[in-house]
């Protein structure tokens, strides 16, 4: 019965990590929608979405998660567990979710600037919300943070400290890869991409909390044990 119990949490902690890649994607969607940048790990998917728009940012960030995981491979090499290969299919749902995110709100694009400013935060708030839940879940690490605590652990640094490396990193590549393709000017990572890395931070901080004993309550199953003991 404990193992049947455990495949039961284990199946809704990974059924919470998807809702929460949902709402995330949908904040990318809603960040992207506002033309103002999105948040520094989607920066460079943005930017190639821009130049390359056979294929949409959904696509991109597919693509992008990939390579953070095959990153995540050659630094750790016999130290990857391949039970973390389970981020391929979590990426591909990802990118599905953000299209269809970019699709929800296609009505959201506006040439005023104050609303324009108003999809940044509604997304920022999405996208904090999403990642809280995965935090909670606690099921598999997204591609962009495992491939940055593949990075601190092999060289003995501070995963904080290395995040906000990787995503200085991120939009760093992106500006670049503006740059090149054009013109020398910056497409795609503007005001909106600082206010993501500054607030998705506080947003986590503000639902994790809040939502953490109501949601392991559910995980564990502790609410149907309290009713089935009274």
Not at 42 to 69: E, K, R
Not at 151 to 170: L, R, W
Request: overall charge positive.
């Amino acid at each position: 019965m404990d193992q049947k119990k455990s495949k039961s949490e284990i199946t809704k902690r990974y059924v919470l990590c998807i809702i929460g890649l949902f709402f995330s994607a949908l904040g990318v969607a809603m960040t992207k929608h506002g033309e103002l940048g999105v948040s520094p790990i989607s920066s460079v998917a943005n930017v190639m979405s821009l130049q390359f728009s056979m294929l949409t940012l959904g696509n991109w960030l597919i693509i992008w998660n990939c390579i953070l995981i095959l990153g995540q491979i050659v630094i750790l090499r016999r130290r990857f567990q391949w039970i973390q290969l389970l981020q391929i299919p979590l990426s591909f749902l990802f990118g599905y979710f953000t299209d269809f995110g970019m699709w929800l709100f296609s009505w959201a694009s506006w040439d005023f600037y104050p609303l324009r400013l108003v999809n940044v935060g509604i997304g920022t708030i999405l996208l904090g919300f999403g990642i809280a839940l995965c935090v909670i879940a606690n099921a598999i690490m997204n591609s962009g943070e495992a491939f940055v605590k593949a990075i601190s652990d092999t060289i003995h640094k501070d995963f904080g400290t290395m995040k906000i490396f990787f995503d200085i990193s991120c939009v760093v590549l992106a500006v670049i890869l503006s740059l090149i393709f054009f013109d020398f000017t910056i497409q795609g990572t503007r005001e909106g991409t600082v206010i993501a890395a500054l607030f998705t931070g506080i947003v986590i901080k503000f639902f994790t909390p809040h939502l953490r004993h109501p949601l392991e309550r559910i995980l564990t199953g502790s609410i149907q044990q309290q009713e089935t003991s009274v």
